[in-house]
């Protein structure tokens, strides 16, 4: 068990526009981001590990396996106006979903709409930047970064204190194999890994929603 | 190359570019994408630039090819392809192109066919004079970058 390793924080920028791919791409980098770039909403849900007509329920996972597993995405920088999903669809099904929610989103946009801010903003998104978007705007990304790794990890340290009592508790070999899996005692505090499951008490009855868990066996 | 050639050279860059600003053309987002070019990525403004070529021109097409219809204008499509010039030459501070792109939205919105043609006349004038500008300023460049390779061989990378 560390603390939080001095890594990187990883971007994942979306933006159907080529050019301000490349400009994100290098704002980004030049801040000393690792980034991400893809040119659609649901590109970067699947990139997050969610899928786009799954419901989003805190009880069903929803992820496929294999899939992002050790991708960390600390941030999603989002342009408004995009074919198809918009950057405010992208941004509910995010803070909808129980294991991406805590990730930080910004929305870009090029039209000045205060009502299109205060409805982003409403939906949990931490800050609106007007395009085209500057080296100042991207100095401000780094404290909602750090904000939400802090919360991450003192979410784990709990659900770690909550697992081990369970563990003197419960004779389940499930919960057993759940407990040496990586997943649970990395520090890695992520929002795209599947922290639905960690909240869940484990039980036979959840044997059935947990069948795709990979380091689980039930025979 | 003499070193009074490099400083001239650097001269006429800067004269250059104050004149593209002072008539519009270009604002201070150029600026910034100058100021994102470093050693780690060298090329980083002609690239974007070349990008902006490719994506106009094929934008422009487009435009052209929705106002050769010369009984139905499919408005939706004007509309998308001008807000994504429009959003681009903002991005790389194409001033001048940008507001006529806003223009042009607007005889867009009020269906007037004659501004629509009158708009995009200008548009693609506009566009030409950019490009003509911008590779003026890229040779400069690039003569400037070669004439120090010149006088300070092994030193390349040092602008």
């Not at chain 1, 989103?105 to 903003?121: A, F, Q, Y």
């Not at chain 2, 487009?62 to 499509?77: C, G, I, P, Q, S």
């Amino acid at each position: 068990m560390g603390v939080a390793t001095d890594s990187q924080f990883h971007v994942l920028a979306v933006d159907d526009s080529i050019i301000d791919r490349k400009l994100i791409e290098r704002l980004l980098k030049t801040s000393s981001f690792q980034v991400t770039t893809v040119d659609s909403g649901s590109k970067a849900l699947e990139f997050l590990g969610l899928h786009e007509d799954d419901e989003i329920n805190s009880n069903q996972p929803s992820v496929s396996p294999n899939i992002t597993q050790e991708v960390e995405v600390n941030l999603i920088i989002t342009d408004y106006c995009m074919p198809g999903m918009t950057g405010y669809d992208l941004l509910k099904k995010v803070k909808k979903s129980s294991f991406l929610k805590n990730i930080p989103v910004v929305i870009m946009s090029s039209e000045n709409v205060p009502s299109r801010i205060s409805r982003c903003l409403e939906e949990g998104a931490e800050e609106f930047f007007l395009k085209p978007v500057r080296l100042s705007d991207v100095s401000k990304l780094k404290p909602h970064m750090m904000r939400s790794k802090i919360k991450e990890t003192h979410h784990h340290q709990q659900l770690q204190e909550n697992n081990q009592e369970h563990h003197k508790q419960d004779q389940e070999p499930i919960e057993h194999n759940l407990l040496e899996s990586p997943e649970v005692e990395s520090q890695q505090s992520n929002g795209s890994k599947r922290k639905s499951m960690e909240e869940e008490t484990l039980t036979r009855q959840n044997k059935t929603q947990i069948q795709w868990w990979p380091y689980c066996r039930f025979d | 190359m003499t070193s009074f050639g490099a400083v001239r050279l650097r001269t006429d860059m800067n004269r250059l570019l104050s004149l593209l600003f002072h008539q519009g053309v270009l604002d201070e987002q150029f600026l910034q994408l100058q100021q994102l070019q470093d050693q780690t990525s060298p090329n980083f403004v002609s690239e974007v630039v070349t990008i902006y070529f490719h994506e106009s021109e094929k934008q422009l097409r487009n435009l052209r090819n929705l106002l050769l219809d010369r009984e139905m204008w499919d408005y939706v499509k004007l509309g998308i392809h001008l807000n994504q010039l429009m959003g681009s030459s903002s991005s790389i501070g194409a001033k001048r192109v940008r507001n006529i792109c806003a223009a042009f939205r607007n005889a867009v919105e009020q269906n007037n066919r004659s501004a629509c043609m009158r708009a995009l006349e200008v548009l693609e004038h506009e566009y030409c004079y950019l490009k003509n500008k911008l590779h003026e300023l890229f040779q400069i460049e690039q003569q400037r970058v070669l004439g120090d390779a010149v006088r300070y061989p092994g030193v390349m990378h040092q602008q």
